[in-house]
């Protein structure tokens, strides 16, 4: 039970963002995908999600798999309260709608928010919410529905080091608890040595590395050790991406 | 010089395709959601609790301005044309013409002005600020549909509400045109009553209705596609904004030529 990309390619205005990426994820298993801005991580996480159609190569997910997305500026919808935002998918999908009575729902939804250590918050609107408190009521909703597969596009960008640690801490224990694959999408090194298990590197949309945290971080090739040098020398021209 | 010349035209050529470009873009993503839009409402695939919230935007969000923008119209055409009926010794016509030309048109037109300055623009600012923020990305990746949950109400609220702000736009206008008559040219309500009576078709109320069903939905119709559709930032979702109003005005006042030729030509 595992999620495998194989030969992924998309392109927008004859570039190739993503060019012939394949890889696997396997359950309980977390993976770092880094890069410079442009390089097509967040492309990546789109097609895998379904927002985007890939042109080419192939996804093939764990059976009855549920995806789920934390997403950078946590895309609450400002017009419901926090437990509407985490309610949502049940709410609005009959599949899950049937399943679980009003009480059942506002159970569940006490729930997820603990698990993100939110509590008490169920009728503020995401406005009234700081930065970290909007990615964890992200991280709620988007595990409201036991997902097997959970994406997150920059889940620490943006907030201060101590907010940082504890959104990952909670990425490693949402994955332990639910026991799923995770695709991490990150700049932070701090984020990759807390949260991931294994590294890839994309490059104008090529992967230029794969291997382990350690591996990343001791700087066993040429485009490892530019980026956890963040030198603007090497392999990697940073001008124009 | 020359190059000069050349690089403006070149700029100028490259300026004009990437505008045909758009223009085709947007009319194919129309049609494309407004098939979706036919599909999923034939499918019954509508959300009630949304539907009912937008119809009520539409409804009573517009019916003011609305109100206003008609009765002031016609008030103001009743005010040229009473007078100068009264002069010619045809004064009892006054009811006749206000009904044939506030039925037919100006009350159509003049609502959709007002629905779409009041509902439109805000459909397409609250869609387009949803896209940019990822809301919408949001909702396809937990598997509701967007269409369902966003466009689909909007589009039955436009279809369903247009024709009855259209109604009472018309209605309260053809009684501000029978005051002001009676006030420019001393026609009596009486007379202007019963005149209105002889200008009022139900063949002109039934087009009327229909045509102002098809503005509703077009202008829902385009206000979510150009929300929808929009990528990146603030500038994006005034310019969004922008061009839904501009794309709907165009829509409805197509519209209305085809509805003028195809009943009254």
Redesign the interface.
Known sequence: MSLKIKNLSKMFDDKYVLNDISLEVQNGETLGVIGFSGSGKSTLL?II???LEADSGEIIYPKDSE???A???S????FLNVFDNIA??IV??KELRKKYTKSELEKIVKEKLKMVGLEGIEEKYPSELSGGMQKRVGFA?AIV?NPNIILYDEPTAGLDPVTSTMIEDYIVQLKKELNASCIVVTHQLSTIRRAVDRVIMLYQGKMVFQGSVQELLRGTDEYSRQFVSASITGPMNIIGT | MFELNKTLTYQSLMLLKGEIEDFIATVGNIGVIFVEVVKRIFSFKINFKETIEQSKRFAFDSLPISLTIVGMTSAIIAMQLAPELAKQGGADYTGTLSALVMVRELATIMSGFAIISMVGSSFASELASMAVTEQINAMTVLKVDYISYLIVPRFLAGVVFMPCVFILSAVFGLICAGYVSNWCADLSLLNYYTSLWHGLYLRDIFIALLKASFFGGTIALISCVHGCFTHGGAKEVGLATTKAVVWSFLGIAVWDFIFASFFYL
């Not at chain 1, 895309?75 to 400002?78: E, R």
């Open positions: 789109k999600s379904g927002i995806v789920a997305m997403f950078q500026y895309a609450l919808f400002d949502f998918p609005e999908r909703r529905t």
